[in-house]
C-alpha cells in the first residue's frame, strides 16, 4: 500500500505496505525503500540523479514518474519518546492531533505479505456475511486445546464408571448366589422330605403323627406275627415271645408270654404255655396261642440257647441295661454279668443273662431278661434283608417247614429298623394266677398291639367262645369248658369276676348275633341274656356265668 508523505517541495512518494495485525487486531505497515528521485530537464525530459554504483557514463533514461496513490493518511510517525507526531497515521485511532478517524488502507495481497515475513502470521481476514459466502464442513477445523486437568478428569470419570460398575456386579454376584443358595436348599429340602417320606420317618405323616395315629384308629392294622421259643439246653426251661411287626404303623414289638398261660389243646383240653411248648411242639402251641389271642402267627423259631450265643457273637456283641448280676456257673465266687447301664454282652454273657431267674424270682423278671436281649440283637442285625438273611443262614440251625431262613432274615431285616429309629418295645402279657387273661391284659396287649380286634373266622373255623365264670364256684368253668368243645366250639378262658345273678351272652358284630343264640342255647341259657354288647378281644362271643347257671346239674 503506497501513501504520500508530505514535507519537500513536490510530492515526494512513500509506499508503506501491511504486514500484520498487533494483539488488538489493528493493522501494522512497514515503509518499502523508494525508488530514486528524478529532476526533469529543460525540455521535460527526466534526468535521474544520485549515484549509480552501475554508471557506464551514459546518461540513463529516466522512467515516468508512477501514478499518483490515492489520498491516504502518512503512517504513524513517533518521536525519540515513542508519542505521535501532529498529523502522523494512527493505526490504533484516528490521525494524531486531528481527532479524525483514519481511513482505510488499501487491501495489500496477504499471501505477497507473507512471503515475505516468515514468522509473521497471515493477516486475518473479515469474516463474510452469510450471504455472501457458501460454507462447507470441510472447511472447518476443530483444535482442541490440550488441558492440565482435562486427563485428571477423564481418569475420575474412568475410576466412578469402574467402581459403579464393580459396585453393581457385586450386588448381581450377590443376588445369583442368593438364588443359587434358595434353589440348592429348596432341592435338599424336598429331597429330605420325600427321603422321609420314602422311609415313613415324617412326624406328621408317620405312625408317631396325628395323622397315622387317626389312620390306625380309624382302620384295621396289618400285623406280620412269628413265634420264638428259646430252649434253655442246660436247664431245660423254656421262654417264649411274640414277634410282631405292625406294618401299619412301622413299630416293632416283643410280646412275652408266660408259661403260665392258660391254652386250650387241640381236644378241648386246658393246658398252659409251657406244657404246650414240651408236649405240642413247636407247630401244636402256635395254633393254640392264635385261638387264645386272635393272632395269625406265620411261623415258628425254635432258638436253642447255643444259637443264642451264635447270634450275639455274628452281631458283634450287644449292649443293654442290665437289672441284674449273673454269677458265672464255671467260676464260683465271680461275676459272668454285672448290673448296670449299657453293658456289653458277649455270646456266653447274653446266654446267661437271658436265661437267668434268681431264687424266689416269678418267670416274669426272666422274660423280662430275655425280651431285653432279643431286643438287644434286633439293634445290632443289619436293616438289609440280603445281610440279615446271610447272619440267619450262619446260623445253621434248623428250623420249623413253616418259616425259611430267607422269610426269617426279612422279618428280622424289618423289626432291626424299628429296633434303631427307636420304635420298638418290649410288653408283657399279664396273666391272672389260674393262666387266664385279665381285662386290663386283654384291652393292652391283646386288643392295641396283637390286632385291636377280633379277627373274623376262616370258614371252617369253630366260633370262639370267651368264658368268664362269675357263678362263685370255680368247678363251674371246667363243666362250661366241656360243653362248648362238644357243642363244636372253641373255648377262650376268661378268668374268673364278682359274683353276678344273671348270666349274660354278648356278640359285638351284628352278624354274630344268631351265633350268640345258639351259645345260650348249648349252655342252657335262655335267649333273653343273648345282648350286644363289647365282647373279649380274643374272642367271637363272650359270656359271663352267673349264678343262674348250674352247668346241667
Known amino acids: 500500500m503506497n501513501d504520500r508523505y508530505d514535507g519537500y517541495d513536490g510530492y515526494d512518494q512513500q509506499q508503506y505496505e501491511l504486514v500484520g495485525y498487533d494483539e488488538f487486531g489493528q493493522p501494522?505497515?512497514?515503509q518499502v525503500q523508494q525508488a530514486p528521485s528524478y529532476e526533469r530537464s529543460a525540455d521535460g525530459s527526466a534526468y535521474g540523479y544520485g549515484y549509480d554504483p552501475y554508471a557506464t557514463g551514459q546518461q540513463q533514461p529516466v522512467p515516468p514518474a508512477p501514478p499518483a496513490p490515492p489520498q491516504q493518511q502518512p503512517p504513524h510517525?513517533?518521536?525519540?519518546?515513542?508519542h505521535a507526531q501532529p498529523g502522523s497515521y494512527d493505526p490504533y485511532g484516528a490521525q494524531a492531533g486531528t481527532g479524525e478517524q483514519p481511513r482505510v488502507a488499501q487491501q495489500v495481497d496477504v499471501e505477497q505479505t507473507a512471503a515475505y515475513i516468515p514468522q509473521q502470521a497471515p493477516p486475518r481476514e473479515e469474516p463474510a456475511r452469510p450471504q455472501d459466502r457458501d460454507y462447507r464442513t470441510e472447511q472447518f477445523s476443530f483444535v482442541e486445546e490440550p488441558d492440565d486437568n482435562s486427563e485428571d478428569v477423564i481418569d475420575w470419570l474412568k475410576f466412578t464408571e469402574s467402581r459403579s460398575e464393580r459396585r453393581e456386579e457385586a450386588k448381581r454376584r450377590g443376588r445369583n448366589r442368593i438364588v443359587a443358595l434358595v434353589v440348592v436348599l429348596a432341592l435338599c429340602l424336598v429331597g429330605g422330605v420325600g427321603y422321609l417320606w420314602s422311609q415313613d420317618k415324617l412326624p406328621f405323616l408317620s405312625?408317631?403323627?396325628?395323622?397315622?395315629g387317626a389312620a390306625a384308629e380309624a382302620g384295621p392294622q396289618n400285623r406280620d406275627v412269628i413265634v420264638v421259643h428259646l430252649h434253655n439246653t442246660k436247664g431245660g426251661a423254656t421262654s417264649t415271645a411274640l414277634l410282631v411287626n405292625n406294618t401299619t404303623t412301622k413299630q416293632g414289638t416283643t410280646v412275652l408270654l408266660p408259661n403260665s398261660l392258660a391254652l386250650s389243646a387241640e381236644d378241648g383240653t386246658a393246658t398252659t404255655l409251657g406244657k404246650s411248648v414240651g408236649?405240642?411242639?413247636s407247630a401244636g402251641t402256635g395254633d393254640e396261642i392264635d385261638t387264645l389271642l386272635g393272632t395269625d402267627i406265620e411261623g415258628t423259631w425254635r432258638l436253642d440257647t447255643p444259637y443264642l450265643n451264635n447270634l450275639v457273637e455274628l452281631v458283634g456283641n450287644i449292649d443293654i441295661d442290665t437289672n441284674a448280676t449273673v454269677p458265672d456257673p464255671a467260676k464260683k465266687g465271680t461275676a459272668l454279668v454285672h448290673k448296670g447301664e449299657q453293658q456289653t454282652l458277649s455270646g456266653p454273657m447274653a446266654v446267661g443273662y437271658a436265661t437267668y431267674r434268681a431264687k424266689g424270682e416269678d418267670q416274669t423278671a426272666q422274660l423280662m431278661r430275655f425280651g431285653q436281649v432279643m431286643q438287644g440283637v434286633l439293634r445290632k442285625l443289619s436293616s438289609d434283608p440280603q445281610a440279615a438273611t446271610t447272619t440267619v443262614q450262619t446260623l445253621a440251625q434248623i428250623l420249623d417247614p413253616s418259616l425259611t431262613e430267607k422269610d426269617l432274615g426279612a422279618f428280622l431285616a424289618k423289626l432291626a429298623d424299628h429296633a434303631k429309629e427307636g420304635d420298638y418295645k418290649t410288653a408283657l402279657l399279664p396273666v391272672q394266677s389260674g393262666g387266664t387273661l385279665s381285662e386290663s391284659a386283654a384291652d393292652s396287649v391283646v386288643k392295641d398291639?396283637?390286632?385291636?380286634t377280633v379277627k373274623a373266622p376262616a370258614k371252617g373255623d369253630s366260633l370262639r367262645v370267651g368264658v368268664k365264670n362269675a357263678t362263685g364256684v370255680?368247678?363251674?368253668?371246667?363243666k362250661a369248658r366241656v360243653t362248648l368243645v362238644n357243642g363244636g366250639y372253641t373255648f377262650v378262658s376268661g378268668g374268673t369276676g364278682t359274683s353276678v345273678v344273671s348270666s349274660q351272652v354278648i356278640y359285638a358284630d351284628a352278624a354274630r348275633k344268631q351265633d350268640a343264640v345258639e351259645v345260650a342255647k348249648?349252655?342252657?341259657l335262655?335267649?333273653?341274656?343273648?345282648?350286644?354288647?363289647?365282647t373279649a378281644a380274643n374272642a367271637d362271643v363272650s359270656v359271663v356265668l352267673g349264678q343262674d347257671y348250674t352247668g346241667g346239674q
Do not use: H, I, Q
Open 526 to 534: 335262655p335267649t333273653s341274656a343273648v345282648r350286644k354288647g363289647r
Open 449 to 452: 398291639v396283637l390286632g385291636g
Open 279 to 281: 408236649d405240642d411242639g
Open 522 to 524: 348249648t349252655l342252657g
Open 28 to 30: 501494522v505497515y512497514r
Open 474 to 478: 370255680t368247678a363251674r368253668t371246667e
Open 77 to 82: 510517525a513517533y518521536d525519540p519518546y515513542g
Open 207 to 212: 405312625k408317631d403323627g396325628a395323622a397315622a
